[in-house]
């Protein structure tokens, strides 16, 4: 089948991507920026790649005309910028509009579990879009999941966070609200198995896995398979906002996704019915099982994609190209430089820095630097790294974002994404046996000024030592 698969480069997609290639389908991926999608060259050689932003209707489709299927998995979270419910609705239609012109078979989308009559906006807005497809000419399947549990899913990341540093928790009301949490496994192959079934097309179905638990029961058994005890405490006086400030600060979480979170999760979100489950003879996970097939990818070094990566986490106001060109007039720079290196050996140290290896000099400074940015309603440090020696373009870097990662011209270019009087780059470059790192900051007003030449001390010790550890390899 030819398949066009939107948001190849989000959480779903990404796990959805390389089973849609192995069962021998012709997929091409629909992304904003080619050099976002995080996969390795040979997935990349296997699959067409098209340039295609759904907040706008290009001059000529580039859409096959002849595809069967079409994925839609773009949702928003939360938006730095403008109403996302407004964006969504957009998107969908400009989606629409663009596949009418061809001769699809099927639209499939993955939707959130919207059986309670007071909606949150996150999940009226989900429902909203898939109106719109369903409203359209063209066959459509909904799968509608809640929570999603899975090596780098923003649930998952999010109790593992609680569970792993509050052993004591005092926590709002919303975590009795029940939800029946569902395996990635389950997710992919319920996407993979309506595949044009008959029996799925026109139709909506819920998914879930075998159990419905409490937040608070999800919490007391996460610590239950870590090996450990946890006590949970709750109390009636925590307003959404102040939930939302306590989830921003303890977990990896940004401070917009931290509202949607805690506003959708006052909402229950259980599946009404198994009909697909039986249609396509699907077992479900239990959240114990899914729990530890999680730790399982996480031990291997072999998580395919995390939410920390999706745009959402950060602070970007806008396309990665945006910020990619750093300024040259109105900033100061620190520039250092270290000769004599084994440009092999600093290159792979380069492709290791941040998360658990850390920043190579002095991390107790970066991370009393990212405490402080947390208490501010900054990222912190808590993103970490999604994969332990490899770097995409588009990746979280703890509180930076990788604007540039190319190992054959062995440049790394990152954007800090805390909260600055300013905007802040840090740039590596190997040319030759030489080492060169650049940081750029264009201050913002005389704060911006006052605090770059505040840390000036601290960078002279900070940037040296660790341009020289990275250089040892």
């Known amino acids: 089948m030819k398949i066009l ?24 991926c629909a992304v904003r920026d080619p050099k976002r999608l995080s996969i390795n060259e040979e997935l990349k050689n296997k699959v067409q790649i098209i340039t295609l932003d759904f907040l706008t209707i290009p001059a000529k489709n580039p859409i096959p005309k002849d595809l069967d299927v079409a994925y839609y998995l773009i949702h928003s979270m939360s938006s730095n910028k403008g109403d996302f419910s407004e964006m969504e609705t957009k998107c969908a239609k400009n989606f629409i509009s663009l596949l009418e012109e061809t001769n699809t078979k099927q639209i499939i989308y993955l939707s959130g579990i919207v059986n309670e009559e007071k909606l949150s906006k996150h999940l009226m807005s989900r429902k909203n879009v898939e109106d719109l497809l369903q409203s359209s000419k063209l066959p459509t399947t909904v799968l509608r999941a809640g929570i999603i549990v899975g090596s780098g899913s923003a649930s998952f990341e999010i109790i593992r966070d609680l569970g792993e540093k509050l052993p ?11 939800s029946q949490p569902i395996a990635i496994r389950n997710v992919i192959e319920y996407l993979t198995g309506v595949l044009l079934h008959p029996e799925c097309l026109n139709d909506s ?3 879930g896995g075998l159990d419905i638990l409490t937040y608070k029961e999800m919490l007391h058994r996460y610590a239950k398979n870590r090996g450990f005890r946890n006590w949970i405490f709750t109390v009636p006086i925590m307003t959404p906002r102040l939930s939302s400030y306590w989830l921003n600060f303890v977990t990896s979480t940004s ?11 006052k909402t229950e979100v259980i599946a009404k019915d198994q009909r697909l489950q039986k249609i396509l ?8 099982q899914a729990i530890q097939m999680a730790f399982k990818r996480i031990e291997q070094n072999s998580v395919v994609s995390s939410w920390k990566d999706s745009m959402v986490s950060g602070r970007l106001e806008k396309h990665l190209r945006g910020y990619i060109q750093v300024p040259q007039y109105g900033v100061l720079k620190d520039t250092k430089q270290i000769d004599h290196i ?44 999604t994969h332990p020696d490899k770097i995409y373009t588009g990746d979280s870097l703890d509180f930076w974002r ?13 954007f800090a994404e805390m909260k600055l009087p300013g905007e802040a780059w840090l740039e590596f470059k190997i040319e030759g046996n030489k080492m060169y790192q650049t940081a750029t900051f264009r201050p913002r007003g005389l704060w911006g000024r006052m605090y770059w030449y505040i840390l000036v001390p601290f960078h002279f010790f900070i940037f040296r030592g660790m341009i020289r550890n990275i250089a040892k390899g």
């Open 168 to 178: 004591i928790m005092i926590t709002p009301r919303w975590v009795n609200t029940k």
């Open 205 to 207: 179905f819920d998914i």
């Open 281 to 288: 003879k699907i077992k479900p996970y239990s959240y114990d």
């Open 402 to 414: 990788v604007l540039l990662a190319d190992k054959k011209e062995k440049r790394l270019l990152l």
């Open 255 to 265: 401070y917009p996704l931290a509202i949607s979170l805690v506003n959708s999760m």
């Open 342 to 385: 084994d440009p092999e050996k600093a290159l792979n140290a380069l492709w290791k820095i941040g998360g658990n290896q850390g920043w190579y000099y002095a991390n107790f400074l970066w991370k009393l630097r990212g405490y402080l940015d947390k208490l501010s309603g900054g990222v912190g440090l808590r993103r970490g790294r």
């Open 5 to 28: 698969l939107t948001g190849a480069n989000g959480y779903i997609g990404m796990r959805l991507l390389p089973q849609l290639v192995s069962m021998g389908h012709e997929v091409y």
